[in-house]
């Protein structure tokens, strides 16, 4: 019998938030021995090609993701998109989304000079690598001027919703994001649902609306879920017919917790979840 294959469905790189560039990822993937490997950047694909170069060259394979941020009644979701193609209609819907992501990002940095602060856009941007940019490269920015100890230390001081510099920015209606990913082929899934504070039956009732407006998986599988968090989730997606997804939501150093091919307890995330998710394509 051939042993047990394991996946990661949620990491990040450089092209978002974090801190290892696209094929580096791919590298660490193959040595911790995983068959397959999704790159789930925030509001961006621009890290596909890298990586996707680099699994041909590791023998893994690189599965098409990306985490798009929405808007609902209670805030905000993170909505996982995978197995797109990659196209003129999803380049456009993913380019209005980081141009919202870009004002959001002057106005913070305008609110952090007018609280005393001197910030730069040059400076933010520096900490990005080139990729991407968002709160965490302005934390990195703020530690580096002495103005926090850490990254979480900014975010509480600073940079999360309630705090001097925050900053609403505008997201997708769950719809609208669901068809984004359908209309190109994709499958829509809810990242780490118990992110949302909701009950469970309050869960179970959103999931339920989502589903009948395209939502097609939950993340049963993550760093942050326990095991009676993951037995709910995995009846969660049965009861509703969705693909029960898993992954680490691995970041690297700005968000040392979560180990890539691991999700909560340390468990290991069989191909089987990426064999469910093909299923619903």
Same mark, same amino acid.
């Given at each position: 019998?051939?042993?047990?294959?394991?996946?990661?469905?949620?990491?990040?790189?450089?092209?978002?938030?974090?801190?290892?560039?696209?094929?580096?990822?791919?590298?660490?993937?193959?040595?911790?021995? +995983?068959?397959?490997?999704?790159?789930?950047?925030?509001?961006?694909?621009?890290?596909?090609?890298?990586?996707?170069?680099?699994?041909?060259?590791?023998?893994?394979?690189?599965?098409?993701?990306?985490?798009?941020?929405?808007?609902?009644?209670?805030?905000?979701?993170?909505?996982?998109?995978? +197995?797109?193609?990659?196209?003129?209609?999803?380049?456009?819907?993913?380019?209005?989304?980081?141009?919202?992501?870009?004002?959001?990002?002057?106005?913070?940095?305008?609110?952090?000079?007018?609280?005393?602060?001197?910030?730069?856009?040059?400076?933010?941007?520096?900490?990005?690598?080139?990729?991407?940019?968002?709160?965490?490269?302005?934390?990195?920015?703020?530690?580096?001027?002495?103005?926090?100890?850490?990254?979480?230390?900014?975010?509480?001081? +600073?940079?999360?919703?309630?705090?001097?510099?925050?900053?609403?920015?505008?997201?997708?209606?769950?719809?609208?994001?669901?068809?984004?990913?359908?209309?190109?082929?994709?499958?829509?899934?809810?990242?780490?649902?118990?992110?949302?504070?909701?009950?469970?039956?309050?869960?179970?009732?959103?999931?339920?609306?989502?589903?009948?407006?395209?939502?097609?998986?939950?993340?049963?599988?993550?760093?942050?879920?326990?095991?009676?968090?993951?037995?709910?989730?995995?009846?969660?997606?049965?009861?509703?017919?969705?693909?029960?997804?898993?992954?680490?939501?691995?970041?690297?150093?700005?968000?040392?917790?979560?180990?890539?091919?691991?999700?909560?307890?340390?468990?290991?995330?069989?191909?089987?979840?990426?064999?469910?998710?093909?299923?619903?394509?």
């Amino acid at each position: 019998m051939p042993p047990e294959q394991f996946v990661d469905l949620h990491a990040h790189t450089t092209a978002s938030d974090g801190s290892l560039r696209p094929a580096e990822l791919v590298r660490k993937a193959a040595a911790e021995g +995983l068959a397959a490997l999704a790159v789930t950047d925030h509001d961006t694909i621009d890290g596909l090609a890298e990586a996707r170069d680099e699994a041909r060259k590791a023998g893994i394979e690189l599965v098409n993701g990306m985490e798009l941020s929405v808007k609902w009644d209670e805030g905000t979701f993170h909505l996982l998109g995978y +197995l797109f193609e990659e196209g003129p209609g999803l380049a456009e819907g993913l380019a209005k989304l980081q141009a919202l992501r870009h004002d959001r990002n002057l106005r913070m940095i305008a609110k952090l000079n007018e609280i005393g602060i001197p910030m730069t856009w040059a400076e933010v941007a520096a900490e990005s690598g080139g990729g991407q940019v968002g709160r965490p490269h302005m934390a990195k920015a703020l530690v580096k001027r002495g103005h926090a100890a850490s990254i979480h230390d900014a975010f509480e001081k +600073l940079l999360r919703r309630g705090r001097p510099a925050y900053v609403i920015v505008d997201r997708l209606e769950p719809s609208d994001a669901f068809a984004l990913v359908r209309n190109a082929g994709g499958v829509p899934v809810v990242a780490h649902p118990y992110q949302l504070r909701l009950k469970e039956e309050e869960l179970e009732a959103r999931v339920a609306a989502w589903e009948r407006e395209g939502l097609g998986g939950i993340e049963v599988q993550h760093s942050s879920h326990d095991a009676a968090r993951q037995s709910f989730l995995e009846g969660l997606a049965r009861r509703h017919g969705l693909a029960a997804t898993g992954g680490s939501d691995f970041h690297g150093d700005t968000k040392p917790d979560a180990c890539l091919g691991h999700a909560g307890g340390g468990a290991r995330i069989p191909l089987a979840r990426l064999d469910d998710l093909k299923r619903r394509k």
